[in-house]
Every structure is written in structure tokens, then in C-alpha cells.
């Protein structure tokens, strides 16, 4: 990122045998109607994500201080395709051969996260005007996703989040579990939403026998740490997701992030 040659700190899509770094990947739907850049964002914010973990288990604080300046810049770029409104426009979302060229709510979800980890890192070395940056467009890319449509991504008639919004401005939506499941576990919904959430839940838990044989064989309680040098893991916020499960036999199970 780096090395980027824009100076926009990209994270590649791709590096080449010859080492060549893919910066723009731009890949086209397969009827030809949608054209977008490759994964413009995501890989930033694993790069976040990653760095947090790290942190976390080594406590190197010299490593952090090394890095810190990177880390930002690599933030930076998530926060260039951030409109006024706290809109994330990712650009382009490949998911099961789906071009979503605009704004992705799974996406969104997961850089609020990102900041809000990148805050604790500035924290713990004692940099608090980044720290409190970071917390402020964690809060706004979060109020953002729990604003109905056009300006947020809650569909107010079917009472959950929709996967994505094009440029155009129409909703696309299949129910998307993520997109679904992520604003709850990250603390941006409200009583209300949540609840949608669980009514959500318990039906696709009841009525798919094959979603329910996949579950069974992922984790199964949602676990997030107080802090990044927390040394144990404390529950700060749990999400049922089970509420169905007794009625099918399955037993109570939450879902595990870690």
C-alpha cells in the first residue's frame, strides 16, 4: 500500500508471479451492464482488522509505533470513498458472481468496526486526537447504516438491511444474512431493528434445513474482547440468534465472531 504509485494507499487486489501489483482491477458483470474496480476497500479494512489481532496477541507496542503512520494511511483510503453522509461506496463487492457497484451494507459494517480498533490502537499509544478521529467515523459510518433508505440501508417495508445500493440509488436486496447479521453484533441498531433481526432469523432458522446443517458445523457464540490489550476475552455483547432453535430440536446456539 505503500508503493501504491497513486499514493492512495490501495491495497493490491492481486500481485502477479512476476510481482507485478494489480492496484485497478476493474471486471465486468456477465450480461456487460456493470463495470466496477475490484475489492476498492475490503482489503483495507482487513489490514486493520489484522493489525488489531496482532497487537492484541503480542502486546508489541514497538511494532505498533513502527507501523502506525501505515495503518493510517491505510485507513485513509476507506475514508476517501465516504460521502458527506456517512456513506460507504466500496465500488464494487464480488460476492457469489454479483458485481455490487455502489454502496454494500456488509461492507459498510465491517469498516465502522475497523475504526473503532484502529481508535483502541492509537489509544494504547497515547494518541488521542487520531484516537478520537477514528471513534467519530466509526460513528458515523454506523448511524449511517442504521438510517432508513435512501440515506442509510434499512428498509423500512421489509423491516431489515438490504445488501446493497447501486449508484443509481435502487436497492438490491436477497436477504443477505450478513448484512444482517454485522449492524446487530457491532451495536448500530436500534431496540427495533434488532428485534426485526430476530424475527428475521428465527424464520430463515425454521425454514432452511440446509442453512441449518451449514450452521451446525460453524461456531456458535458471538464473543467481542473490551479492549485490545484485554488479557482475557470478557461478553460485552451477545446476539441470540437461536431463537428458533428449540422448536426444531437443534438445541440454543449464538454465533461466534472472533
Partial sequence: ??????????????????????????????????????????GNVEVLESAWLYTAATKDMDWLRLHIEALEGAASCIEDQMDRYGRLWSDVYYDDQVIKDGRETFATALAAHSF????????????????????????????SLA????????DETNNRFVDWVDRSGAAHDHIH???NILPVLFGYTSKEQE?????????????????????RLISISIRMPRSVMADRTIYVRRVDIGAGMKRTGHGRKTARYC
Wanted: aromatic fraction near 10%; glycine fraction near 6%; charge should be negative.
Fill in 177 to 179: 444474512l450478513l448484512a
Fill in 1 to 42: 500500500m505503500k508503493e501504491d504509485p497513486e499514493g492512495l494507499w490501495r491495497d493490491p487486489c492481486a500481485i502477479q508471479p512476476n510481482g507485478d501489483r494489480e492496484y485497478h482491477v476493474r471486471r465486468s458483470s456477465l450480461d456487460g451492464s456493470t463495470n466496477a474496480v475490484m475489492f476498492l476497500i475490503t
Fill in 195 to 215: 428485534e426485526s433481526f430476530s424475527r428475521l432469523w428465527t424464520n430463515i432458522w425454521i425454514n432452511s434445513s440446509d442453512f441449518l446443517l451449514f450452521l
Fill in 147 to 154: 438510517k432508513p433508505l435512501p440515506m442509510g440501508y434499512w
Fill in 116 to 143: 473503532n480498533l484502529l481508535s483502541e490502537l492509537e489509544h494504547r499509544l497515547g494518541r488521542d486526537e487520531k484516537e478520537a478521529h477514528y471513534k467519530r467515523v466509526a460513528a458515523l459510518l454506523g448511524s
